[in-house]
């Protein structure tokens, strides 16, 4: 069973995240999890995003990848409990300890081994496997050749995890020490700076005072920096390596990123087999925030990860969400950037909506007054259209360049 599995830094991203296709979603609650900065959830909030995502049929696991020293293990034992007892899928975790404390506390608790952990061969991977762990989050270092060799030596009821699509770091599998160093947030206990997106002089020993840029483009040297990955062209040959998770990162990024993302690769597993062009799901993913786009390592290092521009690019802005279905034939909206009348707004859906196009004619406020020029922050509007919209799908304009 094939599973593609969506960021939710939180509740609005987990609920996008579903309503776009997601089979299940990775967060964290407020300890122990690798985005200390993202929303993330309280104990509260853990539970009634369990208790969502088992009512629509889904999963959802929590990470505890941080890597762990001696303090972060106080209180993590009640931790781990809670997680168990509101019902968690499934912890990602990358440490030792912790794995061998969830077994002590909870062993009926399904563990994911996290990309964190480095799993780089076969033999790691049985080390894992021989602690009982459900599912192995590979290192993102890996080959698709790579992949297939540890998926042949370990139990066939170990599951596969690999990412297939987000922002990618310059160091093994997110072990980093910059951000640390320069600014004392450990990113391998979720505070990361991405120092890696600053811009960097090279200052030769002998002179001082002398610093030399390496230009890359006009707005400075990215050396540190990398691209993001995309395979939504390569699904099927991860499949056939025995990959059965296909895992988006994205836990900082914005719900119009998420529903972009996330539908598009859900049309793409939805439509493996057919003889149906990928390439307008691939121009899907130029309309949300991304950088270069890579295949990583996936398949050898030719194609490097690194040596892009830190500056972020997009052919589509978000500009409003969908709150309620149609209704004498308006629907209300939620505006999230300014659009005027004559604009041409284009649908994002998971429905059969999608891409559809609408000219905005005037519109009204909650009062029924005409607005002419949605300027108000997250003003709500009713917008007149014939298309049959339901309330998540996203409204969006393309950028004039």
């Known amino acids: 069973m094939l599973e593609l599995l969506a960021p ?7 609920k996008t995240a579903f309503y776009y296709g997601a089979d299940a979603c990775y967060f964290a609650g407020t300890k122990f999890g690798l985005r200390a900065y993202a929303g993330n959830f309280t104990d509260e909030n853990l539970k009634e995003s369990v208790e969502y995502a088992h009512k629509l049929g889904k999963k959802a696991y929590v990470t505890v990848n941080i890597i762990a020293h001696n303090e972060d293990f106080l209180d993590m034992e009640n ?28 062993p009926n608790l399904d563990v994911h081994v996290s990309t964190q952990a480095n799993i780089t061969n076969k033999y790691s991977a049985k080390f894992f496997t021989d602690m009982g762990v459900k599912r192995l989050v590979l290192a993102r270092e890996l080959s698709v050749k790579e992949i297939k060799e540890i998926r042949d030596y370990i139990p066939a009821d170990v599951e596969i995890e690999t990412f297939v699509h987000g922002a990618m770091c310059i160091s093994y599998s997110g072990r980093c020490l910059l951000s640390n160093y320069l600014t004392n947030r450990d990113s ?3 505070a990361c700076v991405q120092a890696c997106r600053w811009e960097y ?7 001082d005072n002398e610093e030399y840029p390496i230009y890359e483009d006009s707005r400075g040297t990215y050396i540190l920096n ?5 395979m939504l062209n390569h ?31 859900r049309r793409a597993l939805n439509q493996l087999g057919s003889k149906k062009s990928v390439a307008p799901l691939l121009e899907e993913l130029n309309k949300t925030s991304h950088r270069n786009y890579t295949t990583g390592f996936y398949f050898g290092s030719n194609n490097k990860e690194c040596l ?14 969908v709150l309620s279905e149609n209704k004498d034939g308006r629907v209300l909206i939620e505006q999230r950037n300014r659009f005027k009348v004559g604009d041409i707004l284009e649908v994002l859906s998971p429905n059969a909506t999608f891409n559809k196009l609408i000219e905005v004619t005037p519109m009204l406020n909650e009062k029924g007054e005409e607005v002419l020029d949605a300027l108000g922050v997250q003003q709500k509007l009713f917008l007149k259209t014939k298309l049959k919209l339901m309330p998540g799908d996203i409204l969006r304009k393309q950028i004039n360049n």
């Open 8 to 14: 939710a830094g939180n509740m609005d991203k987990l």
């Open 79 to 106: 931790y781990i409990k809670y997680l168990y007892e509101i019902g968690v899928d499934a912890v990602i975790v990358a440490d030792v300890g912790i794995i061998s404390l969830i077994r002590k506390v909870c």
């Open 188 to 190: 391998n206990k979720g």
């Open 201 to 207: 002089t090279i200052h030769e020993k002998s002179r």
């Open 226 to 230: 990398s691209k993001d990955l995309n």
């Open 235 to 265: 699904l099927q040959e991860l499949i056939d390596a025995g990959v059965t998770s296909f895992k988006i990162e994205g836990r900082m990024k914005s719900v119009y990123y998420v529903a972009t993302v996330v539908n598009a690769y």
């Open 308 to 321: 892009s521009s830190s500056t972020p690019v997009q052919t589509h802005e978000f500009m409003a969400v």
